[in-house]
């Protein structure tokens, strides 16, 4: 059993976990370590967005942000994932990700103009970028077995021994390494930012983002028909409750993606994708709402009895970034996309 | 909104509470508010322990505690509740609260010796004595209604306004005004000394105690229904669990009450009561055991949606006492009694 927060990231305490030395979980979980000398890690999710079949354009600019991730400085792993949203838009999204900063910077510039730039605007298409570049002190990772990492952790040097900060309300809290001195309470309100034809959103400090998967593509029989009929219908559930209600409890905006092939075929995995106020914020959701509860108590008596067995794999990384490890760019979306239903209603100035 | 921890016995904190400053439950509840001058409260429950039908020393001893309890000292409120055990004994406790500990101790001496001295070792019949007295500091309340005290709450001065630290894992500790410095860990192993024919356990410092109630006596129709065929059964279930397999995970006894009337019938009440070696373990089986995650998930679903017009009303008092705060005695009783419970196959020495 080893901590969660790796040694090199423990520091004097002035705040404690939540569960005494001696607890031990009911459950084996992992998290991604990286090297000690990564300092921070960019996860930058590019989306496009329209209505009906894809056209030319869709194609390729889908083709295009792959050219450029295949560029000098692209991204170490990047894979895509797609869903229709409450305005019937699909959107497909591409997420990338780099464990240095000045390799992501060498390279942003550039795909951001082509991505995001004058060329994009007038092709009738929606585009995103939605960026964090948060220090490993400020994000974590989970994973439910060893040998299939997903998202940011392809990027690490490793996999953890079984840790023992999960599998109790709390634990993803205290596997953030910033949580052993800092409450990370969330500071000021989102603003709206116009460039141009582009819109930007400035967020605020201790902003949440928490992406978390889960992939069927092992189950079998009982298991399948297990995880299809009892546990997708709650989670869809409880994605649509934080996509359509989430803002008055500080959730604000949620994608429920499924991800696809390299030939844009759906797979036999999914995640949620979403942006909260706090981290407290989706710990009281998390803890409370009716629909992940369910979830929730499924899955602890799904893992604690079908313990190494299990064939369903299940993934988080959840982050809170900084105000200045945030980026968001917005380009002909409806107002309900990403951070823009964060502000929906406010007076935008003038970048 | 006012904190559960009284302004007199706010500190300077070592240890934060779980949520932020800015933390609004979804629904009311309230704490027991007593008088700055009250120290230490007493929690005594007085058992009975028989096989079939009462016999004539069951009703007379019945009748010999409470006139006991209306002695010169006695307590400020009692009350009686029954059930069978998981060895098919019938089990009447009455349960008797003070909040003054000099006349306590003036009543107790006499009471201990009428109930479990030397006269009823040989009666036939089974008797305990457990007892906590603690410091304020060391326990804490909670009701889902103003108007209906149980328990230690009888002997309060009033009830608060609506309280901050509640519908949220954690919030239990963090009414504690201990918790603002301490985190209450267990220290030692229980174990068992012999006294003649009695049996006392000593426990060890920071044992936690719970009583958790029901009351669905106002409750009509539609919520009636919901409470006896979705709540209770689930409800039952958690409590049977605890009772039979609660020892490995630091549970060592577990009640499941109905409360009786003046005549000894059942009433429209039940209270679970249990022995844990630490509020952390409390805290873990509430949040995770699907049984109780159930519970609280029908709970929070039942309570947001109904409000102010729930007629099921819910409380309990959890007290983590000291070494020096608890006292437990058993006479003729079968080795899963209570505390009894705790020490299973361990050699007990002389007094």
Redesign the interface.
């Known amino acids: 059993m080893e901590s969660a927060i790796p040694s090199h990231l423990q520091t004097a305490r002035s ?2 976990r ?3 030395d001696d ?1 031990a979980p ?1 459950y084996p979980s992992f998290v991604a370590r990286h090297k000690p000398a990564v300092v921070n890690v960019i996860m930058a999710y590019f989306g496009l967005q329209y209505r009906g079949q894809p056209t030319a354009t869709v194609t390729e600019a889908l083709e295009q942000i792959a050219e450029l991730f295949a560029r000098a400085n692209g991204p170490a792993h990047w894979d895509r994932a797609q869903y229709v949203d409450q305005a019937g838009f699909a959107n497909v999204v591409s997420v990338a990700y780099w464990d240095d900063v000045a390799r992501f910077d060498a390279w942003f510039e550039l795909a951001r103009e082509a991505w995001i730039g004058s060329d994009a605007a007038s092709d009738g298409v929606g585009r995103f970028i939605e960026v964090l570049r948060p220090h490993v002190a400020r994000y974590e990772t989970l994973f439910s077995s060893l040998d299939r990492p997903e998202g940011v952790a392809v990027l690490a040097d490793s996999m953890s021994g079984e840790v023992q900060e999960h ?4 634990g993803m809290r205290d596997r953030i390494a910033l949580s052993q001195t800092d ?1 990370m ?1 969330p500071a000021g309100e989102p603003r709206a930012v116009r460039d141009g034809a582009r819109i930007r959103i400035i967020a605020h400090d201790n902003l949440c983002l928490i992406r978390s998967g889960q992939d069927w593509s092992d189950t079998e029989a009982e298991e399948r028909k297990m995880y299809l009929d009892d546990v997708e219908p709650v989670l869809r559930e409880g994605m649509d409750f934080l996509r359509d209600d989430g803002v008055p409890i500080g959730c604000y905006a949620n994608r429920y993606m499924r991800v696809v092939d390299a030939q844009g075929q759906p797979t036999e995995k999914s995640y949620g994708q979403s942006w909260w106020k ?1 981290l ?1 914020a989706l ?2 959701w998390a ?2 709402h ?1 629909t992940h ?2 979830i ?2 499924a899955a ?2 799904y893992l604690s009895t079908l313990g190494p067995n299990a064939k369903l794999r299940l993934y988080h990384e959840v982050t809170v970034a900084a105000a200045d490890e945030q980026f968001f760019e917005y380009l002909n979306c409806h107002e309900r996309t990403g951070m823009l239903n964060a502000v929906q209603g406010v007076t935008m100035k003038p970048a």
Request: hydrophobic share 35%; glycine share 8%.
């Open positions: 705040r404690h939540r569960v005494p607890y009911p599998a109790y309300w709390g409450a309470v706090s407290a710990e009281r803890e409370s009716p509860v369910r929730f108590g602890m008596k």
